[in-house]
């Protein structure tokens, strides 16, 4: 059944316990289909209700999920044009109209992928830890989920929902400010810089990674090499 009414309560704080496995199945939704369930419910719901402006930003932050498998969503969009709803911007401009404030339209992306280091060929790692926590470099394995990193325009370097930043001797997975999607890096000439120490990223002893002065040398330059995820080979 539908109706109802949606409260906007910025200030509501909601648990949720996550499973160490599933213990039931997704029917058809998953039948056949690539893509991990997670990406494949977001792209649903943003695919059904996002208007074109907003889908992109969804896109930005997960690049892989232009590749899932969503399905068949007419049923979805029918009901929603029978409905009569209203677009998803007079959502965001009558309802969450402060949503902006806290978290800002994303600059688009200018490099996606695995960040490969050319002088021994490693990839910059989250080793799968959580933010807050001092990060590495491993042997490369493709776009994994703790490989696939994002440059955008205002030199914010992101992975998953978390970003990248760095102090002189350590480089560190953090939880991105609220109400900035800027950054302090700058990607030039194959070399990352950080903006406010003007020293580039570089592979450290026993795979860590570190600043140092920038220079021509090929442990101090990167490439961003972005691959399939495996399940959209």
């Given at each position: 059944?539908?109706?109802?009414s ?14 160490a496995?599933?213990p ?17 419910n ?6 059904t209700?996002?208007d ?32 009569q ?18 978290y800002?339209?994303?600059p ?31 042997q ?14 205002k ?13 002189l ?14 950054g302090p ?24 990674l ?11 330059k ?10 959209a080979?």
């Open positions: 059944d539908l109706g109802g949606i409260l906007w309560v910025p200030c509501s704080r909601v648990g949720h316990v996550y499973r496995f599933m039931y199945g997704f029917g058809k939704l998953t039948e056949g289909k690539k893509g991990p369930i997670i990406t494949i977001y792209k649903r719901v943003i695919e209700w996002m074109e402006d907003y889908k992109k930003y969804f896109y930005t932050r997960e690049p892989t999920a232009k590749f899932a498998d969503m399905g068949d969503i007419t049923e979805q969009l029918q009901l929603k044009k029978d409905l709803c209203k677009s998803f911007d007079w959502f965001m401009k009558n309802v969450a109209y402060d949503m902006l404030e806290k800002p339209k994303l688009k992306n200018i490099e996606v992928g695995s960040l490969v280091n050319e002088g021994d060929g490693s990839c910059l790692d989250t080793m799968g830890r959580q933010a807050p926590a001092i990060i590495g470099v491993s490369c394995y493709g776009s994994g989920s703790g490989e696939l990193l994002r440059l955008n325009a030199g914010q370097l992101g992975i998953g929902e978390r970003c990248i930043d760095s102090t001797g350590t480089v560190k997975l953090i939880f991105c400010p609220e109400g900035s999607v800027s890096w700058s990607y030039k000439n194959k070399m990352l810089m950080h903006t406010k120490y003007k020293k580039c990223l570089t592979v450290g002893p026993k795979s860590t570190t600043l140092a002065a920038c220079q021509d040398k090929p442990s101090l990167w490439k961003f090499i972005f691959n399939k995820p495996h399940w080979q």
